[in-house]
């Protein structure tokens, strides 16, 4: 399986797909160029031939698309009703939808759901490990350019959270994958704190 494949497993997963890249655009942090790179990540960290690609591939695709909806739900939880909506309208079971769901709100580092299938298991480390690294760190910087989020609370964010998301991996492989790009990030606040203090900034 790869990439081109992944994406194109039917035509029910096509035109997903095609809604995912028309609604959520280029944004490098949450938009398609991070679907892209969470599936190949999925694909690294896959051990065995147990996984539902169709459910994976749907999970994936729409992981994040409620962040391009305005409304006051966490984004999991607005992608999950917009999976389900889409997907009910596409012919699909409640059970495959309910699996589709699931991976989708158990993605979410915030939310905190523990994901009890491999499907969501794959999306929520692949998920994570797009979110650490110098990925990760570019992700972090961008944002706070966006939000005029300063030093301190940016550093905050690396402490409070991107940090902690190698604890948070649920697969052999993905474990694997993180520990450098784990110390990529952990390099980087150092040098960060080490700069910041020299300033006088921390102080």
Same mark, same amino acid.
């Given at each position: 399986?790869?990439?081109?494949?992944?994406?194109?497993?039917?035509?029910?997963?096509?035109?997903?797909?095609? &809604?995912?890249?028309?609604?959520?655009?280029?944004?490098?942090?949450?938009?398609?160029?991070?679907?892209?790179?969470?599936?190949?990540? +999925?694909?690294?960290?896959?051990?065995?031939?147990?996984?539902?690609?169709?459910?994976? +591939?749907?999970?994936? &695709?729409?992981?994040?698309?409620?962040?391009?909806?305005?409304?006051?739900?966490?984004?999991?939880?607005?992608?999950?009703?917009?999976?389900?909506? /889409? /997907?009910?309208?596409?012919?699909?079971?409640?059970?495959?939808?309910?699996?589709?769901?699931?991976?989708?709100?158990?993605?979410?580092?915030?939310?905190?759901?523990?994901?009890?299938? =491999?499907?969501?298991?794959?999306?929520?480390?692949?998920?994570? &490990?797009?979110?650490?690294?110098?990925?990760?760190?570019?992700?972090?910087?961008?944002?706070?350019? /966006?939000?005029?989020?300063?030093?301190?609370?940016?550093?905050?964010?690396?402490?409070?959270?991107?940090?902690?998301?190698?604890?948070? &991996?649920?697969?052999?492989?993905?474990?694997?994958?993180?520990?450098?790009?784990?110390?990529?990030?952990?390099?980087?606040?150092?040098? /960060? =704190?080490?700069?910041? +203090?020299?300033?006088?900034?921390?102080?």
């Amino acid at each position: 399986m790869d990439l081109v494949n992944l994406f194109e497993i039917n035509d029910k997963v096509k035109i997903i797909k095609d &809604l995912s890249m028309m609604t959520m655009g280029n944004d490098p942090c949450h938009g398609w160029p991070h679907v892209e790179r969470v599936a190949a990540y +999925a694909l690294k960290i896959i051990d065995d031939e147990s996984v539902d690609y169709e459910v994976l +591939a749907i999970a994936i &695709l729409l992981h994040d698309i409620g962040r391009f909806y305005k409304t006051d739900l966490h984004h999991a939880i607005s992608s999950s009703k917009v999976a389900g909506i /889409l /997907l009910r309208g596409l012919g699909y079971p409640d059970e495959f939808i309910d699996k589709v769901s699931h991976a989708i709100i158990a993605h979410s580092y915030s939310l905190g759901v523990t994901a009890k299938t =491999k499907e969501a298991m794959v999306l929520s480390d692949a998920d994570k &490990l797009d979110a650490i690294g110098a990925i990760g760190i570019y992700r972090v910087i961008y944002t706070s350019g /966006l939000t005029r989020r300063g030093f301190k609370d940016s550093l905050n964010h690396f402490e409070e959270k991107i940090i902690k998301l190698k604890e948070k &991996l649920y697969l052999p492989q993905s474990k694997r994958i993180a520990e450098e790009l784990h110390r990529r990030v952990e390099f980087y606040i150092n040098w /960060l =704190k080490e700069e910041l +203090a020299g300033v006088g900034y921390l102080s």
